[in-house]
């Protein structure tokens, strides 16, 4: 009975009474909490080991020790920022997978984490690894920051909104309770029971809100300053410090958008096309991309019809045929595709080019 030695660096195959060495090449991740689990494959998709290795430096560094040379596929996912980083100081090729465009390559009614990490390694080494853009650890900074005080805003609503309840349960409603003279009005409200805990304790919380939400406008105002981009987006019919911020810090490199309407469609203001059979239809948008960057587009469209004749006329024309609120989604892409021509170009925005011809005159 003929032996081998199977090295972890290759497998051993006999055919033809030859034996064949594959070599490590390519490695699939599937990360998890507490472990990820690594499947490595030779450059014909071979699987030559699998193991569930704990996300502890040590282990991983004894792990990827014995494959000195490999490109590393990893599904996008939570808290896998920081492998992606450890396994680049290490010099590794590393390549993050795009999750849902996986999912429609290679769907299985069996799921488990060695599957999963099979697949992206096979895929990788076919060359059919659908990738997701990796923002820089700059980028990642900006979007920390910036969903942190879009969180803070959110937990403000809901506490105001709580307010105004308790006041209406007793028909003790006040016009706008959070103003000065509304906050020496809610002075003089006595409600039954614990509802006056309640709203003396949410009124405590919305006054540390508050002064949270400050804090970082500060820190957001402070890193604008150095930055260019920004202030020529600011410029922007409805555009804000905040809104410029959200757009350089969730696109990224604008260079990856072959044209505007590819940049409208990551912010998810376009609307899904169904076509079959020589029939195109249309129905909602599909609300792909950054949730934080499209509520902002938003949030900017309603301002911009304040100040902004050219835009406010495109809004009038669209919600007479077609209603307010697909005509302010249009604005809102019109906006995004603007903001991605002064992004790009590095030009300023220019309101006498809108008008002759919306943002078709950026183009």
């Known amino acids: 009975m003929e032996v081998f030695t199977m090295s972890r660096y290759a497998t051993l195959e006999k055919k033809n009474n030859t034996v064949k060495c594959a070599v490590a090449t390519f490695a699939g991740i599937d990360y998890a909490k507490r472990f990820s689990y690594i499947t490595v494959g030779d450059e014909n998709g071979n699987v030559i080991h699998q193991e569930a290795v704990p996300n502890e430096v040590g282990r991983l560094a004894h792990f990827f020790d014995q494959y000195p040379k490999m490109t590393i596929a990893i599904e996008a996912c939570r808290g896998h920022e920081w492998l992606v980083d450890w396994l680049r100081e290490r010099k590794y090729v590393v390549h993050v997978g795009n999750v849902y465009a996986i999912k429609q390559i290679a769907q299985s009614r069996c799921k488990t984490d060695k599957i999963d990490s099979k697949i992206l ?6 060359e059919f690894l659908p990738t997701t853009y990796q923002p820089t650890k700059k980028e990642r900074d900006y979007r920390e920051l910036l969903r942190w005080r879009a969180s803070l805003v959110k937990s403000q609503t809901q506490y105001k909104l709580r307010v105004h309840s308790l006041l209406d349960k007793e028909n003790k409603g006040i016009p706008d309770p959070f103003s000065a003279a509304g906050r020496e009005a809610l002075k003089s409200v006595q409600l039954v029971g614990q509802k006056q805990q309640i709203l003396t304790e949410s009124l405590e919380v919305l006054d540390f809100l508050e002064k949270q939400i400050a804090d970082q406008e500060v820190k957001i105002r402070r890193l604008a300053r150095y930055n260019p981009d920004v202030y020529r987006l600011k410029q922007i019919p409805g555009f804000g410090i905040i809104t410029a ?16 309407e590819q940049l409208a469609a990551f912010t998810g203001l376009v609307p899904r096309v169904y076509a079959s059979g020589g029939k195109m239809n249309t129905g909602r948008i599909t609300k792909t991309g950054p949730r934080l960057l499209r509520r902002m587009l938003v949030q900017s469209a309603w301002a911009s019809l304040r100040c902004c004749p050219v835009l406010r006329s495109r809004f009038a024309s669209i919600s007479r045929r077609r209603g307010k609120k697909i005509a302010i989604v249009a604005i809102a892409r019109m906006l995004a595709e603007i903001a991605y021509h002064v992004y790009l170009e590095k030009t300023p925005f220019d309101e006498m080019r809108l008008g002759a011809g919306l943002v078709r005159a950026f183009v």
């Open 121 to 126: 390694m096979e895929l990788l080494s076919k």
């Open 245 to 260: 911020m959200v757009f350089v810090a969730e696109v990224g490199d604008v260079t990856r958008f072959r044209n505007a």
